[in-house]
């Protein structure tokens, strides 16, 4: 069993070892005299890595100082954490000792960075040497100094710079000393001080004691647009769905502009204390079962549900949807029904009670008779561990490269952060969705322990002030290094209330700050598009005739879908890369607390685009939004252009107050491209 | 050469390290369900302790949690360091998965604390049975899972409570499971959880990576109350004063109330480019010279300067001290003139130029030729090292235990590291002082380095706004666990603009913001409190006729002095706990800008001190103050009693808003003690 990442609670840095591994260190070498603290991006004192994807930056503040009065030079250093080379990115002075520096991530899989900082004699003598010459003070013996720092540089160059510095030296040496105007010109020249930045000398420099790490993955894993879909209810009506019939679907997908479908699990489903339509604790002959509820005598996690086709159909659905753009996200439950061969070949890894029987699911007084979770604390968890790591390498053989993992707060953490390690070791194009709707902490460590992306809070968060705390929250550090969001208004657990009562206009705003406000975000459907907003019981939020315990039929021509704004808003994102990142999102201020108004603008162009959404889904608001015209690349004096992408409506705006109205029975609200020509 | 604390550039933890390290680790375990981060204080990731005195507590805070929802507990650990067993005490969680719980540091030396967690069974037991018992649910395999738990601690148990819970597992079996009352009060018996809660199963406890070391000084290293004064100016007028002449001055010290006299160094004073009187450059005969240019034939840092006495004088006048309360504190200025024996004997310890001299401190256009800054990049620099230490070990066998470092900014931060850990690992009562008016970041780095106390920028802190947010900051996580403010209205080398201006009022006004803010502060007298307010030059901050350079005599009867309010308020300082800590300073509103209000209060005793200054030494102020009376322990509809301190005038106030009129040409303020009967 090969062991990959640094597991809490295992790795013990004792002060004792600390203070011994650097009172050998320290005989070595007492001279370094540039401190290093206070880096940003470091998670949780390097614990754990920061997440970029393909050709992002990497911006590093650092605090850096040495004693005294002498200048100092720094450096970031990075490479591929296989590569025995680091490559170095120059460090810049901001103010109060803060340093900032920046460098790109090219590739997939791991990346290492570290800070260096050193005195830099040069620099101090050239600082040094502008006063005493603006004092015309005799600098004859300070003249020789600098000759013989630009003469030990010269032997850190090689060739041609080695003999321009050599010369340099000399020139120092035989300059004539009273001839100040020259005298500046040379002690001060650029070319020289170039020269010398190339080669400075780093014998005594400090480098920060950690090593930081950066898994870099796929642009998927900051992009995607996710699709959720039973595909049994994909058949035709009255009958059981297949793969084939989920293929007949994607031009329809594809349509609608998702690149990611995402199946529940398509394992055999269990029949002991299998549940009813409508969460009924007795299933009725005929009820199809839970997916989640998984193994039965035909297989567990690395089985197909027959129903459903064989595994050869699975490859071609696999393949079929990739010539759409649609890649297949999987679901991966850890945890057994009872008729799962685990059951019966591993009961050491469930929890046995007093009586020989296991451990069922509970949540007292609640009862779940028809799961069997897993037991983390199992004598036997090594092998546990590798088997559940098994059924991950299955499914990477048949071609899926993303998990949606369900529930993995109730999995032990280090369990995670060994097998996403493990995999993504020789699979760094694998991404894995943390579904955990749990307290902020759990869902922030899930993210720190390896997921890919995480469910968010954004299914609750309804009002202006809530969806802006909310996304200022992601969209600053530390979260934004290690939090990916993927934002759901839905999904088959959860109707929230807003798309209860709120209509048609409901789901299409839920929908555009969803697709808007996150690079990544899905919908449950053909459930959203269609606009199915019926609970189970009033106050709840499970859906009416849930399709978890059921084969519903769905409309897809429905005159209530909003299957064209999803296409066209999809289409929007893949042309706009400001909608591509959440890193740039700004909110502006409106003075209509129903009114929400934000910003993102993409890195490397000028793609400005300014989102205005009517938050109530009953009632036309109007309000005067203000935006920071400078701060958003505008000329606050000159007049500048908006495009509606959602209805190709123009406009031209002047100055930072402007008035906005939006009938939610009309629009949603407004996506603009900013300009000014 | 014994090398002590860990230093920075020294110890390397690459990620492959860590790795391997953990990988080891974790084949031995990976069942640690708990998670612990985010504790606090931790002071840059452990890299450095934090500070106590003895008797004071440490609360610790730290964010923990388990997968899914099953209980957990926790507990920190401490010890002294060189004790081999953890002592423990209790965690409680506040909200959003954060727990707190604090310990009592009683010994000086250094300790270490860390956090166990794990995930408790019984507890989730206990839950679990409280709501099936509620539902009425048949819980007879729960009552054998509950007996099988109890049975397993009752081993962890010894003599009488492992037979408790010996028979408490027989009763869980044998209870009667119908008979829900009784089945009731013996599941969740609160004897029961308190015996188990002393014996958890902790085999799977997860333990903090890190031990966090705290560094506990004597008292004074909190509470302490310094007097500055040039022992040459205390002699007979026209004569250069000795340590008998101190002497002599002991009792008016003593009386003002001061337990700390510091004096600048007495060490033999360079000829060569002795600087004159009020700073000029060339010294006239008779010129007595700058106690910082230290060495001269007639020895160097460990030699007393023979105008001042002899080694047996020096040792008197430091018992005599002793007598009267008051400790002695020398300075430590690392610097050399170029008389010192250094200078000869050990050239390899400065830096020196290509025509042979050695290089003079400059700081471009300036020169000083009379200072010969350390080179602390010599290659001889560990001899260097052990030579700086014996300095401070050769006075602690004089008998001083307190240091006052001049500039330490201008000095490597490794060596004071090294240093300041090796001679408190011999010496954990010796005291340093960290003379440093500099960078933020560079102040802060010094305390972390290991001084005992910090300098601050009070001496330029004047509005109602700077000494809030300043003060705000001082005593704020995690500069309150580091840093320790020595607060200084004046020193020899700052005559603050606002004494120079303000009259004997301002020297009022300052002195009490000064030993009221800070447990800590000193003067530099006479100079202080004769108000004393000329300086060099309009516009800057030196003195006129400056100690540093010449010989003063001062009335220490001047109508003018304000050694009464001083003795005063040093006698207060001594009588309320409240005033001698800073952790509970809070700032109260007051309608006036010109009127700061503060109050502090003792964390173990009922003293509350509310301490309201008029900042402006011209004109009279008046203003409405607020009160949050609840949190400062007072009944809001109940009278509470004010007693001047200052004046023991007495007020009887009621409510939160009161009315304040302070005129300074009568009172600074008031120092009231806050009561209600």
């Known amino acids: 069993m090969v062991i990959n990442p640094p597991l809490q609670g295992q790795l013990r840095l004792s002060q004792t070892t600390q203070t011994q591994e650097a009172s050998q260190m320290l005989l070595q070498e007492g001279r370094r005299r540039v401190q290093i603290e206070g880096i940003s991006p470091e998670i949780d004192c390097g614990r754990f890595p920061i ?93 020789l100094i600098g000759a ?14 080695r003999s321009q510095l050599q ?164 679901d991966l439950a850890y945890q057994c029904s009872p008729d799962h061969p685990y059951a019966k070949e591993n009961p050491q890894w469930f929890r046995s009670r007093p009586d020989g029987t296991i451990q069922h699911a509970e949540n007292p007084p609640k009862k779940y008779q028809d799961i069997y979770p897993i037991e983390f604390e199992s004598e036997d968890w090594q092998n546990l561990w590798e088997e559940l790591k098994s059924v991950v390498l299955f499914w990477v053989d048949q071609g899926i490269k993303i998990f949606r993992v369900d529930n993995p707060h109730t999995k032990a953490f280090p369990f995670w952060e060994w097998m996403i390690g493990e995999v993504k070791r020789d699979y760094p194009d694998v991404l894995f969705l943390a579904e955990a709707f749990t307290r902020p902490k759990v869902m922030s460590r899930l993210a720190k322990s390896g997921f890919t992306q995480s469910y968010t809070y954004f299914t609750w968060r309804n009002t202006k002030w809530e969806l802006t705390e909310y996304f200022k929250e992601l969209t600053s550090y530390p979260a934004r290094d290690i939090f990916r969001p993927n934002v759901w208004p839905n999904t088959p657990d959860i109707l929230p209330e807003y798309l209860q009562h709120g209509g048609r206009p409901a789901f299409m705003i839920r929908f555009v700050l969803a697709a808007t406000l996150a690079a990544t975000y899905g919908i449950y459907g053909p459930s959203y598009e269609v606009c199915d907003n019926r609970p189970l019981k009033p106050g709840g939020e499970e859906y009416l ?57 993409a890195e490397d162009s000028h793609d400005l685009i ?21 701060s ?35 629009t949603p609200g407004h996506i603009f491209r900013v300009e000014q020509k």
């Open 632 to 666: 958003l690349g505008l000329q606050p004096d000159r007049p500048y252009q908006l495009y509606d992408l959602l209805n190709d409506a123009q406009y031209t705006w002047r100055g930072e107050y402007n008035y906005v109205e939006i009938n939610p029975h009309v």
């Open 148 to 161: 013989e720092l630009v003469e030990e540089a010269s032997l850190r160059a090689g060739g041609d710079e």
């Open 51 to 143: 997440k970029r994807t393909i050709g992002e930056g990497v911006n590093v503040e650092v605090d850096m100082f040495g004693d005294g009065h002498d200048a100092i030079a720094g450096l970031i250093l990075y490479r591929k954490e296989e590569s025995p080379e680091w490559l170095e990115a120059p460090l810049t002075p901001l103010v109060n000792d803060r340093w900032q520096g920046s460098f790109t991530v090219t590739e997939i899989g791991r990346y290492l960075y570290t800070i260096t900082g050193w005195v830099d004699h040069f620099l101090s003598w050239r600082k040094g040497m502008a006063k005493k010459l603006e004092a015309k003070q005799d600098v004859a013996v300070d003249l």
């Open 610 to 630: 300014l989102v205005v959404v009517n938050l109530s889904p009953y009632h036309k608001q109007s309000g005067w939004l203000q935006l920071p015209l400078q």
């Open 167 to 330: 010369t340099w030296a000399q020139t120092l040496r035989s300059i004539e000393r009273e001839d100040f105007p020259i005298l500046e010109e040379k002690v001060l020249s650029q070319d020289l001080a170039g020269l010398m930045t190339k080669y400075p000398d780093r014998k005594f420099a400090t480098t920060y004691e950690k090593e930081l790490a950066i898994v870099v993955d796929r642009e998927k894993a900051r992009f995607s647009t996710w699709y959720e879909l039973f595909p049994r209810s994909c058949g035709e009506p009255g009958k059981h769905g297949t793969f084939k019939d989920v293929e007949a679907r994607l031009p329809y997908i594809a349509e609608l502009g998702f690149d990611v479908l995402y199946l529940p699990p398509i394992h055999p489903i269990g029949v002991t204390f299998r549940k009813g339509k409508n969460n009924t604790v007795v299933a009725e002959p005929g009820d199809v079962g839970v997916p989640w509820g998984i193994g039965s005598l035909e297989g567990g996690h690395k089985a197909i549900h027959p129903e459903l086709g064989t595994m050869a159909d699975f490859h071609e659905f696999v393949a079929k949807a990739g010539e759409y753009g649609i890649e297949i996200a999987l």
């Open 545 to 601: 005739h849930s399709e978890k315990y059921q084969i519903r039929e769905w409309d897809l021509n429905s005159p209530y879908s909003i299957k064209d704004l999803i296409a066209r808003v999809n289409r929007i994102r893949r042309e706009h890369p400001a909608l591509q990142s959440n890193n740039s999102l700004r909110f502006h201020h409106v003075d209509n607390e129903e009114i929400i108004c934000y910003s993102k603008q």
